[in-house]
């Protein structure tokens, strides 16, 4: 779901100084120097929040002298809802349902035990809340042999992701990719989580095999990147809700 901007081989120099939120008709733009921000359609960017204009106008004041274009995911999250989402809501649906299909909180390891009580003890209680709160039950597995989800869960996570706006379902299929786990990205939407506690659920097996192997520089520079962008989603989400 990181579609928008296309970062050059060069990266763009900053062409702006001041950047201002303003309310425009349909919600909140953002102005670089006074001029409305537009995504890569050339379609104004409006933000149904404040709180969401200002997620990206923030990004857009930090930059240096150059654009570091691949790390503003707020941005790209928004150039997606307003130029994508309207003609492709079903297939961005679609694909959230099937990381359902082979969910990550869905399979559990076998052993060592000390992996299995984590795992059970991050992940069973999100499972249980997910089936008790949105009647969504899925099947659990032990090992990494596919298991088939009920259709009728399926169908249900589906039918929960078309009943957002598009940056709502925007916000669900990023984070579904990042958890790997729309389970995960559904009870960060609906605030059972932080975004930090979903990243960390997502790792439980990695995390694992650091402990007892240890971890690299260029390893966990990826890891914080992620876990960035774990906290990015839930502010989305957040800023979601009309003050």
Not at 87 to 93: E, L, N
Not at 201 to 216: F, I, K, P, T, Y
């Amino acid at each position: 779901m990181q579609r928008g901007f296309k970062e050059p081989g060069d990266r763009p120099r900053r062409f702006y100084k001041t950047v201002e939120i303003v309310e425009t008709e349909g919600g909140f733009g953002v102005q670089l120097d006074g001029r409305n921000v537009r995504g890569p359609k050339g379609g104004l960017v409006v933000l149904p929040t404040r709180a969401l204009a200002e997620q990206v106008a923030e990004e857009w004041g930090r930059q240096g002298e150059t654009l570091e274009i691949a790390g503003m995911h707020a941005t790209r999250l928004a150039n997606t809802a307003i130029d994508s989402l309207s003609q492709a809501r079903d297939a961005v649906a679609q694909s959230i349902a099937d990381y359902a299909a082979s969910d990550l909180i869905c399979y559990f390891a076998e052993a060592p035990a000390g992996l299995v009580e984590r795992q059970t003890h991050g992940w069973a209680p999100v499972l249980a809340r997910i089936e008790a709160e949105a009647k969504l039950g899925f099947v659990r597995a032990a090992g990494i042999v596919h298991r088939e989800q009920p259709a009728e869960t399926l169908a249900g996570v589906k039918a929960l992701a078309l009943e957002l706006d598009d940056f709502g379902l925007t916000g669900l299929a990023f984070g579904a990719a990042l958890f790997g786990s729309a389970i995960l990205s559904i009870a960060l939407q609906r605030g059972w989580l932080s975004g930090e506690q979903a990243f960390e659920l997502s790792r439980l097996d990695e995390a694992w095999q650091e402990g007892h192997w240890g971890v690299d520089a260029e390893a966990a520079e990826r890891t914080e990147r992620l876990r960035g962008e774990a906290v990015m989603l839930e502010r989305w989400f957040r800023g979601l809700a009309p003050v």
